[in-house]
Nanobody
Framework: QVQLVESGGGLVQPGGSLRLSCAASGNIFSIYTMGWYRQAPGKQRELVARITNDGRTNYADSVKGRFTISRDNAKITVYLQMNSLKPEDTAVYYC????????WGQGTQVTVSS
C-alpha cells in the first residue's frame, strides 16, 4: 500500500514558476517509478514526466526544457519544477507511483493565467 499526497499547486502568471511536491508513504520500497500526469479541462489524463528507480527521466515534448522531475535520496518525495509556465499548462496535476500496481494522488490544481 502506497499513499501519495500532492502539494504546491496554485495560480501563477504566464512565464512564472511553481514546484509541485508529492510525498509518498507506506510501502515506499516497492515503488519502481514515479511520475506526474495532468488532466486539462475536456482532455484525457496525460504523462508529463516520470523518473525511474535508477534515476532516469523522460518528459512530454510539450514540457521539455521547462519542467524538471526529481526525487529525494530516500525515494519518499518526488518534485516537479515548472518554469516558463504557459496557459496551456493549466490542469490538475496528479502524482503517480508504480510498483505491482498504480497508485495515484488526489491531484493539485495548476492555473496559469494573467
Amino acid at each position: 500500500q502506497v499513499q501519495l499526497v500532492e502539494s504546491g499547486g496554485g495560480l501563477v502568471q504566464p512565464g512564472g514558476s511553481l514546484r509541485l511536491s508529492c510525498a509518498a508513504s507506506g510501502n515506499i520500497f516497492s515503488i519502481y517509478t514515479m511520475g506526474w500526469y495532468r488532466q486539462a479541462p475536456g482532455k484525457q489524463r496525460e504523462l508529463v514526466a516520470r523518473i525511474t528507480n535508477d534515476g532516469r527521466t523522460n518528459y512530454a515534448d510539450s514540457v521539455k526544457g521547462r519542467f524538471t522531475i526529481s526525487r529525494d535520496n530516500a525515494k519518499i518525495t518526488v518534485y516537479l519544477q515548472m518554469n516558463s509556465l504557459k496557459p496551456e499548462d493549466t490542469a490538475v496535476y496528479y502524482c503517480n507511483a508504480y510498483s505491482t500496481t498504480d497508485y495515484w494522488g488526489q491531484g493539485t490544481q495548476v492555473t496559469v493565467s494573467s
